[in-house]
């Protein structure tokens, strides 16, 4: 039985963490310690020590199954040497996340986001094109809080407005 699968690595173009609403947490992007280099000279240090760099979380949403895994790559087998690595540094590696019950449109919308963004790459399968009804934020109920959020909305309507749909 084929299995309808999205993978999604999050790799950013400054080695950032990109922060997932439906997650309520960062996932980890990419390091590349020799891109890092060219801004931060000690990097080049990590870059000795780990020439390919350190991966990003790879997200996994199972369309069929409705099923989100964040997956711990460093996990994996090719990435054994700088687990090894890491973890002789007393750095814990964690475990694989399984969302228990996730609303799938969340995850979607927020991948697609994250993709456009340039912040994630799909890696295997592709986004749906009816991604379904994203969660409602509630209200903001702090004043300052309920400010961010009119100044996003009227951000969100002057992007919507500047930039044709589907581009």
């Known amino acids: 039985m084929k299995s309808n699968l999205l993978e999604v690595t999050i790799e950013t173009p400054k080695d950032q963490n990109v922060f997932f609403r439906p997650f309520g947490g960062c996932l980890r992007g990419r390091k590349d310690f020799q891109r890092i280099a060219a801004h931060q000279i000690d990097a080049m240090t990590l870059h000795q020590q780990f020439p390919r ?30 687990r090894e690595s890491l973890e002789s540094r007393d750095i814990e590696i964690p475990r694989d996340v399984v969302i228990d019950r996730p609303h799938l449109p969340d995850w979607l919308h927020a991948t697609r986001r994250a993709v456009d963004a340039g912040f994630a790459k799909v890696v295997k399968g592709e986004l749906p ?7 409602k934020r509630p209200a903001a109920t702090d004043v300052e809080e309920q400010r961010i959020d009119k100044l996003c909305g009227l951000i969100e309507t002057l992007i919507e407005r500047l930039v044709p749909a589907g581009k």
Do not use: H, M, Y
């Not at 369309?63 to 054994?80: G, H, S």
């Open 129 to 135: 094109k009816d991604l379904g009804e994203e969660s």
């Open 53 to 82: 760099g350190v991966p990003g979380t790879l997200l996994q949403i199972d369309l069929d199954a409705k099923a989100v895994t964040l997956v711990e790559t460093l996990r994996q087998p090719e990435w054994a040497p700088e």
